[in-house]
């Protein structure tokens, strides 16, 4: 993959816990494994099961062309364990696997899949760890990720005029597909998504009797490293910009956790 987001999305961080951000270490897209199956798909009908289909063929390549944890590793055994049973989460059917990479991050596709960095799992506790991929799996169930594929896709299959009013998308060459995916990688999410996120994640957090407060102690230590980086921020910090700041969506999640009666007063 060249590059990477986090939703973590976080998250802001490195989320976004849906984010998109070059990784410290390079992930590779097959452009190849796009395909064929998406010519004459229709824009302006692009549907659920569309943006499945994309992401998941993008995934796949993703996992192909990088370090996946095994199923003895300890990061795999670490997320099984408290991950595991999640695999139905909301009615999604979820698919989770370790990006042995240095980047922190996390991101969750329109097709289900998540997955995790092993460096943010190598700073975050176990009930910090399920926040930020609540936080993802929130930008699914509100399709916000199935808008980013869509959007990428539309950006990237550089429709003529002919064809944008037919409402059919061309077809890609092998050059557009690997834009596409890339496109697909760099998609952002906005403030309002990122903040229902936090808020699908809370309530995730919550409905499984977590602590609520480990969410708001995640988007801490975000927030710890914002301000301990400075302007030696890397790319991936820098990306956080058009996040909320991390600091804020914790004291929010606190707020929320106290009226909640789940927090100290």
Same mark, same amino acid.
């Given at each position: 993959m060249?590059?990477?987001?986090?939703?973590?999305?976080?998250?802001a961080l490195i989320l976004s816990i849906g984010m998109?951000?070059?990784?410290?270490?390079?992930?590779?897209?097959?452009?190849?494994?796009?395909?064929a199956a998406e010519k004459g798909l229709k824009a302006a009908t692009f549907s659920d099961a569309d943006a499945a289909k994309?992401? %998941?063929? #993008?995934?796949a390549? *993703? =996992?192909?062309?990088? $370090?996946?944890?095994? $199923?003895? =590793? $300890? /990061?795999?055994?670490?997320?099984?364990?408290?991950?595991?049973k999640h695999k139905n989460e909301g009615g999604l059917a979820l698919n989770y696997k370790v990006y042995k990479v240095k980047d922190i991050n996390a991101f969750a596709c329109a097709d289900g899949s998540v997955r995790v960095f092993s460096s943010l799992m190598d700073i975050m506790s176990d009930e910090e760890l399920l926040g930020i991929i %609540?936080?993802?799996?929130?930008?699914?169930?509100?399709? @916000?990720s199935r808008d980013a594929v869509r959007s990428a896709y539309k950006r990237e299959a550089l429709m003529d005029a002919a064809s944008s009013q037919s409402g059919v998308v061309n077809t890609l060459t092998e050059s557009q597909l690997g834009k596409f995916a890339n496109a697909l990688l760099d998609s952002k999410y906005n403030r309002k998504q990122e903040?229902?996120? @936090? =808020? /699908?994640? /809370?309530?995730f957090m919550k409905s499984h009797n977590y602590k609520v407060t480990a969410l708001a102690s995640a988007f801490q230590k975000f927030a710890d490293m914002e301000k301990a980086s400075g302007d030696n921020r890397?790319?991936?910090?820098? *990306? *956080?910009?058009?996040?909320?700041?991390? #600091?804020?969506?914790?004291?929010?999640?606190l707020e929320k956790a106290k009226k909640d009666g789940l927090a100290a007063l």
């Open positions: 060249k590059k990477i987001t986090l939703s973590l999305s976080m998250l998109n951000e070059a990784s410290a270490q390079k992930i590779k897209i097959n452009t190849k494994g796009i395909g994309l992401a %998941g063929e #993008a995934v390549w *993703m =996992d192909a062309n990088n $370090p996946v944890a095994g $199923p003895n =590793d $300890p /990061y795999t055994k670490r997320l099984n364990k408290i991950f595991g %609540g936080h993802e799996i929130g930008h699914v169930a509100n399709k @916000d903040s229902e996120a @936090d =808020d /699908y994640s /809370y309530t890397t790319k991936t910090e820098k *990306m *956080m910009s058009s996040h909320p700041e991390s #600091a804020v969506r914790a004291a929010k999640i």
